[in-house]
């Protein structure tokens, strides 16, 4: 019995192509079993503060001296160029320049009180208190988009008994920001979008948190009217409008110790506790 060497040959060429094939085959079969890390995409939605942060003592302080010296230093207004002579603007405006140097250089200073003669009093202003919307809105509590108009509020939801960031599951395919729009802030997301105006700051991601293999990436955004109506098929019993030191108690209050530890950077806080 003889053999042929060249077809000895083009066999043990064919069966190892085979062998290549079917490892290449068998490979990316593997690797398309294999699922990669769950990415989550979660919101951190704020309300800007609605007014000016009051002033501390020194800073009152601070500016009541640069305001004296100001003043003193100034040229006299031009009275002659913007009033009428003997005008009730006129003397209005002398009266009440008499009056802020009365309460800033005192009386010995200002000298005497111009004669203006009897000027009928301006039509009084009202003033609002800058508790006046917390206390009209207390009754909602935690819910209330007038907490603490001199800082910037933190929107949280409860899952069951425990405070978290509002998320969503990034899909397949799809970026972070349009994983919030369609999971959170848009009309049939989580958080009722159809009833809440939104501004997503940036379509990068401002933090991260890791969970073993699971991802979790957190966007920036403001709330700019109405307010978050979660759907009963949200799957979360309530939502609150927190500062950062608020945010901070829950989280720690519920073990999430190393959730803030990874998140607090976002609120400002440095990594020794004080604010940035």
């Known amino acids: 019995m003889s053999f042929n060497p060249r077809v000895l040959a083009r066999s043990a060429g064919s069966a190892s192509r085979s062998a290549r094939r079917h490892a290449s085959s068998s490979s990316s079969s593997s690797s398309s079993s294999s699922v990669g890390p769950q990415v989550t995409a979660s919101l951190l939605l704020s309300r800007p503060p609605l007014l000016t942060p009051s002033a501390h003592p020194l800073e009152a302080a601070y500016y009541a001296h640069s305001a004296s010296v100001r003043s003193a230093l100034s040229n006299p207004a031009p009275t002659q160029f913007y009033f009428k002579p003997g005008s009730l603007p006129l003397r209005r405006f002398q009266r009440s320049q008499h009056q802020h140097e009365l309460e800033t250089f005192g009386p010995r200073l200002a000298g005497s009180a111009p004669d203006v003669g009897d000027v009928p009093g301006e039509a009084p202003v009202d003033e609002v208190a800058r508790d006046h919307w917390v206390k009209e809105d207390s009754e909602r509590g935690e819910k209330s988009l ?68 699971a991802r979790t990436f957190f966007l920036r955004s403001h709330i700019l009217a109405g307010e978050p109506s979660i759907p009963q098929t949200a799957g979360w019993s309530a939502h609150a409008w927190l500062s950062a030191k608020e945010v901070e108690e829950k989280l720690r209050a519920q073990g999430d110790d190393k959730v803030w530890d990874a998140v607090k950077g976002m609120f400002g806080v440095a990594e020794d506790g004080a604010e940035a």
């Open 146 to 213: 007038e907490r603490w108009p001199e800082e910037e509020v933190y929107c949280l939801v409860k899952d069951g008994k425990r405070w978290s960031f509002p998320s969503t599951t990034v899909e397949k395919g799809e970026g972070l920001d349009e994983a919030v729009k369609r999971g959170l802030v848009g009309v049939e997301g989580k958080l009722g979008g159809q009833g809440m105006d939104s501004w997503l700051v940036t379509r990068k991601p401002v933090g991260l948190l890791k969970d073993g293999e």
